[in-house]
């Protein structure tokens, strides 16, 4: 018989299980439904450079008045075709039979080459359409003929086969790091199965937001964002599931109860895990900021990823913990123990170092790291050509360099110009600038009292020289009011204006967001600005290690401006992590002992745990390296390299190192109630 005492006690025990067991199966059923979603984000990318552009653009202007011209949107692919000794009749039916009687221009003075400029239509997969032609193009043809396509719509249907690797290798690569990296960490089988499956929900809910969001328009997603999003979730996933298994497994050894262990643990956890995400989200956010389409969709698709994660940390991770307790950590499960200072580990001699020169340790790495960012004007991020994106061999890069030895460049792809149809004439003659092979200007047509005018580069449309003669077109058709320059080489010139114009806008908008998290987090002003400080010297360093990289060892043509851009978003947004990390846990360590010891403290204790999550979030990056795209390999290299910089440097020591030098004051204007206390 059970006595009205014991039964609340046993009610009590039974939610303690039911609780944490019903918000696990809630996200198995809810990870069946929505894990799907992240192989179906493909679907609903767009990797057209043209749609990134903003409505003020004027590629973009020019694109919507040559409506005015052609009811239908076209994108052209080029079928350029090569034969050393002259191409023969047969290879002219082929080439007619295969792209439906589209009309073939032979390379003017050579017989050994020809092209045929195929339209598709915009509003349909030009992927798809470019695959099914170069199918065609596979087939039965004739010995000795090279045919090869090429052209804007050949450059989409290339970027969409790089990025196809996204839901299969790059996850494969990410979770096994992820996975082997746990395993170093906790020597148990079980953790890192729960971590895993934590940050596989988080995909899941995140992928399943951003699908529903970009579906119906309301953001803007392509490859990259899409790259940076898996890695994001995993990474965020992992570190924060780190900071509360670490924090755990301490707690553990102080009690016996094992569920008591774990609310101090979620308790005190709880605060620098939200202000991290937070921290990330509103700096990701600055993105909306941008006028670049492309950047302001990468903006809150990263945001979701983040707040997926924290989500799955704050719900599956402790529900699961719960339910499994000290067996979590078998076979080495932690057990009570007298804790004790030690003095002889790597942190314990870490702490020592810093104690017993502040000062020379926080000058040291300070001159290490401005010497890393005296590099950073050798950083070249002012736009490479649309052909030096892919690292691997492709088609329509091939295919260009064929079409460029019997053809203009800008064969199939031309510059256009949208005048007053009364001054098409003097607009022509304006256009015929250096650079330029040809202005095709009879007949012009003209519609709406405009008229449309073609203009043939002399270069490859993707080329630096194709951009600078389009500035010169530019500067000379503009002299006619109402006259605006248009086409695929310009879209890339105000592609990169743009970038150029974010990274001046966004920067300092992220570094004020970031100090105002820290001020309110830390209660502090001076705390916040030497952080933000430190962070943004790790950055300049991480750059300038990243130029020399760039430029000698892996022999990079560029980088895309907004190359630093998202760097700077992503390293200063992450780096301050580490350092939410540590200082949190130093603030609640000062209250009791002083900021000096509890500094010290506070580094012996998060030291391994941070340590870990760097390297985690480092490794699950450099997977990005996976995917042929040299946008996404320079930012691989440049937040793996920028977070371990930070974990290993700026937060072990440079941060440490200033916080004990400055002492108390680095919480001005805050008091702690806890009068200073020496250093040991």
């Known amino acids: ?67 005015q011209f052609s009811s239908a949107a076209v994108i052209p692919a080029i079928v350029v075709a090569e034969r050393p000794s002259g191409l023969t009749d047969g290879d002219k039916r082929f080439l007619a039979d295969r792209t439906s009687n589209a009309r073939l221009v032979p390379a003017p003075g050579s017989a050994a080459g020809a092209q045929v400029v195929v339209l598709f239509d915009a509003a349909s997969d030009p992927g798809d359409s470019v695959e099914a032609l170069r199918d065609a193009l596979a087939r039965d043809t004739p010995d000795g003929l090279k045919v090869l396509v090429t052209g804007p719509a050949a450059q989409v ?14 996850l494969l690569v990410a979770g096994a790091v992820v996975a082997l990296i746990l395993i170093i960490v906790y020597r148990s089988p079980l953790l890192p199965l729960l971590v895993l499956l934590s940050a596989v929900f988080a995909l899941g809910t995140a992928s399943l937001a951003v699908y529903l969001l970009a579906d119906h328009d309301v953001l803007a997603l392509n490859g990259q964002s899409q790259g940076i999003l898996f890695i994001l979730v995993f990474g965020a996933a992992t570190d924060y599931a780190l900071l509360m298994i670490s924090r755990y497994r301490e707690e553990l050894r102080t009690t016996e109860d094992a569920r008591a262990a774990f609310r101090t643990a979620w308790r005190s956890t709880i605060e620098p895990i939200a202000a991290s995400a937070g921290t990330v989200i509103l700096g990701v956010l600055c993105l909306l900021f941008s006028d670049l389409n492309s950047n302001k969709g990468l903006g809150p698709v990263a945001a979701i990823g983040i707040g997926a994660a924290f989500l799955t940390t704050i719900t599956f991770l402790p529900a699961v913990l719960a339910l499994c307790g000290r067996n979590a950590f078998w076979p080495f499960r932690p057990e009570v123990a007298q804790l004790s200072e030690k003095t002889d580990g790597l942190w314990g001699r870490v702490a020592g170092w810093i104690a017993r020169a502040p000062r020379t340790i926080w000058i040291v790495t300070t001159v290490v790291l401005l010497a890393g960012g005296a590099f950073l004007p050798q950083l070249k991020a002012s736009g490479t050509a649309q052909s030096d994106v892919f690292l691997t061999p492709v088609d329509s890069v091939a295919g260009q360099e064929v079409l460029s030895r019997y053809f203009p460049g800008g064969s199939g792809s031309p510059t256009v110009i949208i005048a007053p149809a009364g001054q098409a004439q003097a607009v022509t003659a304006l256009a015929r600038v250096p650079g330029v092979s040809d202005v095709r200007q009879s007949p012009v047509p003209e519609a709406g009292g405009l008229a449309k005018i073609d203009v043939v580069l002399a270069d490859p449309p993707d080329s630096d020289a194709a951009v600078a003669t389009v500035e010169r077109i530019r500067e000379a058709v503009h002299t006619v009011d109402g006259t605006k320059v248009g086409g695929p080489t310009a879209t890339l010139l105000d592609t990169r204006k743009t970038s150029e114009h974010d990274r001046l806008l966004i920067i300092p908008i992220v570094l004020v967001v970031i100090f105002l998290v820290l001020a309110l987090l830390l209660r502090s002003l001076l705390a916040p600005l030497l952080l933000i400080g430190t962070v943004v010297l790790s950055f300049a360093a991480t750059m300038g290690v990243s130029a020399l990289m760039f430029n000698h060892v892996f022999d990079f043509p560029g980088a895309d401006p907004v190359v630093p851009l998202f760097g700077f978003v992503f390293l200063v947004a992450l780096g301050i992590d580490y350092n939410i990390f540590l200082m949190t ?96």
């Open 157 to 170: 249907a290339d970027l969409k086969e790089a990025f196809g690797g996204i839901d299969g290798l790059l």
């Open 585 to 680: 846990r130093v603030r609640e360590e000062a209250g009791r002992i002083g900021t000096g010891d509890g500094t010290l403290r506070g580094l012996r204790v998060t030291g391994g745990v941070i340590t870990s999550a760097g390297v985690v979030l480092a490794a699950t990056f450099a997977a990005l390296a996976v995917l042929p795209i040299l946008f996404l390999a320079q930012l691989a290299f440049i937040v793996a390299f920028g977070v371990l910089l930070d974990t290993l440097l700026v937060r072990s020591l440079l941060v440490p190192a200033l916080a004990v030098d400055v002492g108390r004051k680095i919480w001005w204007p805050s008091k702690l109630a806890k009068a200073e206390q020496p250093v040991a």
């Open 1 to 67: 018989m059970i006595s009205e005492v014991e039964r609340p006690a046993r009610t009590r025990s039974r939610l303690r299980w039911l609780l944490p067991a019903l918000v696990a199966v809630a996200w198995l059923i809810f990870g069946g439904f929505s894990g799907p979603y992240a192989g179906k984000l493909s679907q609903v990318t767009e990797n057209d450079s043209s749609s990134f552009l903003p409505a003020s653009a004027e590629a973009t202007e020019v694109s919507e008045l040559q409506k």
